[in-house]
Nanobody, 123 residues
């Protein structure tokens, strides 16, 4: 099993910055792609940025040039540096990780989620 714990959320003014962290524990050797998603009140959860095990990165159009995703495999940590924050970035941000592990001689793919961290951008 894999556990994910996010941190770093908070209240920031428009134009400000925050850095989110997601610490993975448990069977971390099985981790593959990792990503950040967000969900604003009354809206569906949406992908913010994704980084594969080999380091390939994709961003949603609405964060390109402002957010940077990175991962430190030695520390089992995923990061999201958020700059030039806007009120519309207000949401709960979730860390997501895909794993692939051998269980009873069978390869099992799973998706794991953190509990989320609130980011509020307001004057």
């Amino acid at each position: 099993q894999v556990q994910l714990v996010e941190s770093g959320g908070g209240l920031v003014r428009p134009g400000g910055s925050l850095k989110l962290s997601c610490l993975a524990s448990g069977n971390t050797v099985s981790l593959r792609d990792m990503a950040w998603h967000r969900q604003a009140p009354g809206k569906e959860r949406e992908l913010v940025a994704k980084i594969t095990n080999s380091g390939l990165i994709n961003y949603a159009d609405f964060v390109k040039g402002r957010f940077t995703i990175s991962r430190d495999s030695a520390k089992n940590t995923l990061y999201l540096q958020m700059n030039n924050l806007k009120p519309e970035d207000t949401a709960v941000y979730y860390c997501e990780a895909d794993s692939l592990g051998l269980r009873n001689d069978v390869w099992v793919a799973e998706r794991h989620w953190g509990q989320g961290t609130q980011v509020t951008v307001s004057p």
